[in-house]
């Protein structure tokens, strides 16, 4: 296994929150020239190091656990300097991790009294030098400060990952959507679900 190594000039936000987000890890291998996504191009199913899976996994879950928790510096903690939020239409892109708290935090104290959102059916593979990509199912629930009933969706997480010299961090975050019963958001993106 190989230490882990960051990229000149590649530097996260904050030091790292978990020793399981620094842990030595071996280190993948293909280029990430492009934005394609699996459904367009299988052959970027690379196979990923087990640890290096493991640790994006738990970088998602901890994305979920911060959002629920109402810690939205410790959420910036888990993406790139230059990392992009793309909530949906109705959310204009949250560019850079310094970004981060001030553009969630109005939602996370103001608009939210509870949440809880749901990770499953991780996906992850290989997709460059220190680089990854990965899909994560989204089951989520709100109680809101100001309306009755729960609001709920499901969807899907698009995620980009780089390894720093503070280990995996998250580059690029979209949120795609399946459905939705009582949500605080009328537009959304879809996942492009073949009909």
Excluded at 46 to 52: G, R, T, V
Excluded at 102 to 110: F, K
Aim: with cysteine.
């Amino acid at each position: 296994m190989s230490s882990t190594r960051g990229r000149p000039g590649v530097l996260a936000c904050r030091p790292p929150i978990s020793p399981n987000l620094v842990a030595k890890q071996p280190r993948i291998r293909a280029g990430m020239q492009s934005s394609r996504t699996e459904r367009e191009d299988t052959s970027m199913t690379q196979p990923i190091d087990p640890a290096d899976r493991a640790a994006i996994v738990d970088l998602v879950y901890a994305y979920a656990f911060h959002f629920d928790q109402n810690e939205p510096e410790k959420l910036a903690d888990l993406f790139t300097t230059d990392s992009v939020i793309d909530y949906g239409p109705e959310f204009e892109n949250i560019v850079g991790c310094d970004a981060i708290v001030a553009a969630i935090q109005p939602g996370l104290s103001n608009l939210f009294s509870s949440s809880a959102h749901h990770i499953t059916n991780p996906r992850v593979w290989a997709d460059g030098d220190d680089e990854a990509t990965g899909t994560f199912y989204i089951y989520a629930w709100h109680i809101y400060h100001d309306r009755p009933g729960d609001g709920e969706m499901w969807g899907q997480y698009h995620c980009r990952f780089r390894r720093t010299g503070e280990g995996w961090r998250i580059a690029e975050f979209t949120l795609k959507v399946m459905g939705m019963k009582n949500f605080h958001r009328d537009t959304m993106h879809t996942i492009g679900r073949r009909l």
